[in-house]
């Protein structure tokens, strides 16, 4: 005899058609022995029907729009914790960015929720911009101070199409406050928000940027990742002590830790920064970006892949030929 398999909205269903019929007990601490309606768990049924939606629905989840890297992970899951890891100002916000805008050019159900506690609001709207219209933000702010109807009424636009679909809250707040939000975005745009990006860790409020406060911080936001059912990408700073400058330092390069809490981790870092470089890898690395997946727990695949980031508008893509410097 084979068992049923039920979904989880299913289950939902059927519990509470159960306790509208049957009525909730006065109180959870007397409740009936050996019911068959599990409460505190969820049925190992509904479990595997998640697993195999989730394999069979790749649409539901994140992707990057690096195809190493989503070949690699399959792609982020609802619940799932993305941390991106690096020095200061190696690119871990923009790699992120970067992928924001490529589901949201290709993506029309794409709704992205950025809690930017490092940077303003504005700043997130104007890198956005200069992403998705390839041109650098000192071009599109001596634009704006010049009157440039067409840039601004281009802006404008865009604030009412694509980027109708971010939400960018750039104040410190409890996960609670968070939670909040994320139920406020619902109600806004009347679906689940496919991404919330959190920049970064260190920041968040709730205990000390040191190594149990990082920690707990880490644990607390995996947690409050499983109850929202979104895919979550965290920024996390590297410590000055993270390995040799312009080298890959691995998953251990987090400061103070909090990369167990996370089902992939992927290390951002810039070869330039490397000592001893010849006069062409100094070319060559100019303008180049490294991706280290260092963790990754759904196949276990790793690998290390370097791009080439525009220095003007920031977009990340493959080195292509034609961008290597002659010898």
């Avoid at 649409?59 to 914790?81: K, N, P």
């Avoid at 970067?98 to 809690?115: C, D, R, S, Y």
């Avoid at 709207?125 to 998705?132: E, G, R, S, T």
Wanted: net charge negative; with cysteine; glycine share 8%.
């Amino acid at each position: 005899m084979s068992a049923t398999l039920h979904t989880e909205d299913e289950v939902a269903r059927r519990l509470s058609k159960f306790w509208e019929t049957a009525g909730a007990p006065a109180s959870e601490d007397k409740e009936e022995p050996g019911s068959k309606i599990p409460r505190r768990f969820a049925l190992t049924s509904a479990v595997v029907g998640n697993l195999i939606g989730f394999i069979r629905n790749p649409t539901e989840r994140w992707y990057l729009g690096f195809s190493e890297f989503d070949i690699a992970t399959r792609g982020i899951g609802r619940g799932e914790v993305l941390m991106v890891l690096g020095r200061s100002h190696t690119g871990k916000s923009q790699m992120l960015l970067n992928g924001i805008v490529w589901n949201l050019v290709n993506e029309p159900e794409a709704h992205v929720v950025i809690f930017s506690i490092d940077e303003p609001r504005e700043l997130v709207v104007m890198k956005l911009y200069c992403l998705m219209r390839g041109r650098s933000s000192t071009d599109v702010e001596e634009a704006i101070k010049n009157g440039d109807k067409e840039t601004m009424s281009d802006m404008e636009e865009l604030a009412e199409q694509e980027l109708s679909r971010v939400a960018i809250i750039d104040q410190a707040m409890s996960l609670e406050d968070m939670a909040k939000v994320m139920d406020e975005t619902r109600a806004w745009w009347g679906c689940d928000p496919s991404f919330c990006m959190i920049d970064y860790l260190e920041l968040m409020p709730g205990g000390e940027a040191d190594a149990s406060g990082v920690t707990s911080k880490a644990q607390a936001l995996k947690r409050w990742a499983k109850e929202q059912r979104v895919p979550i990408g965290l920024v996390h700073q590297s410590g000055r002590g993270a390995g040799e400058p312009g080298r890959a330092a691995g998953i251990y390069a987090g400061r103070y830790g909090g990369e167990q809490e996370a089902i992939f981790v992927i290390e951002v870092y810039r070869r330039k920064d490397a000592h001893g470089l010849s006069d062409w890898e100094r070319r060559y690395h100019e303008h180049s970006i490294n991706f280290n997946l260092c963790k990754n727990k759904r196949t276990a695949r790793l690998l290390d892949t370097t791009y080439y980031i525009d220095p003007e508008c920031g977009i990340i893509h493959p080195y292509h030929e034609e961008l290597i410097p002659n010898a």
